[in-house]
């Protein structure tokens, strides 16, 4: 218990050096609540525009540490399943809860990352997805594979319609092209829910190319599902 205490006051001083919020202030939250929401959800504070930026630059650096482990053991991150590919994107997205970001892996022939963009940041109950920008890191990194991901600010793990019209959109794109889109990864907290793994991802085409922008709206209710690990085949 005494442990726990001091590791506490150690996170508040280290906190507030660093985002230059009052530390008594901090103190009175963590009182009753959980100290990392003021990471998650830094407007509770009511910091000022220099603090604000302060607690999102530490929020993208805890997030690059947190890749740099997984780099750690090896020089090229290899997404083959949806279990590394759900862990990948719990790294660079648990942490986010006041904003909805989308992003894309773009993977060579071996399911190794070439690059990872930031497609899109929006809101916390929407971002806008512009399928000509995937379209052109896709073709100017030569990948043969993609993994689509986006967190879910309000803590649901469901795919919402909008979810699935995506993912249907974007392999309508690249099937011609013989990209293949491996997994749609939504981060939910400390979790995931993976597409490949509920059987749901798409894999044929429906419709012809769609480059109109498209809008992840309101989350859905929880849904419960049996999670199995899936094997990204090629």
Not at 179 to 208: F, N
Request: aromatic share 8%.
């Amino acid at each position: 218990m005494k442990q726990d205490i001091l590791h506490t006051e150690n996170f508040l001083k280290g906190l507030t050096t660093l985002t230059g919020l009052p530390y008594k202030k901090v103190q009175r939250y963590v009182k009753e609540n959980n100290p990392f929401n003021i990471l998650e959800h830094p407007h509770i504070m009511e910091p000022n525009e220099k603090q604000l930026e302060k607690i999102g630059l530490l929020n993208e650096f805890i997030s690059s540490y947190n890749i740099l482990k997984i780099y750690e053991s090896n020089e090229k991150v290899v997404l083959n399943s949806s279990t590394l590919s759900g862990q990948y994107f719990l790294a660079l997205l648990g942490g986010m809860k006041d904003k909805e970001r989308f992003m894309v892996a773009f993977l060579d022939s071996g399911n190794s990352i070439i690059e990872t963009k930031t497609m899109s940041e929006g809101s916390i109950g929407q971002t806008a997805v512009y399928p000509r920008e995937i379209l052109k890191y896709a073709l100017a990194c030569d990948c043969n594979a993609m993994i689509l991901a986006h967190n879910h600010p309000g803590g649901s793990k469901s795919f919402s319609p909008e979810d699935k019209a995506l993912t249907q959109r974007i392999v309508d794109i690249f099937h011609p092209l013989e990209i293949k889109v491996l997994d749609h990864i939504v981060v939910s907290g400390a979790s995931y829910s993976s597409m490949a793994e509920k059987g749901i991802l798409p894999h044929q085409c429906r419709g012809t190319a769609n480059y109109e922008e498209i809008v992840l709206g309101p989350i859905p209710v929880e849904e419960k599902w049996n999670g199995v690990n899936h094997t990204h085949s090629r």
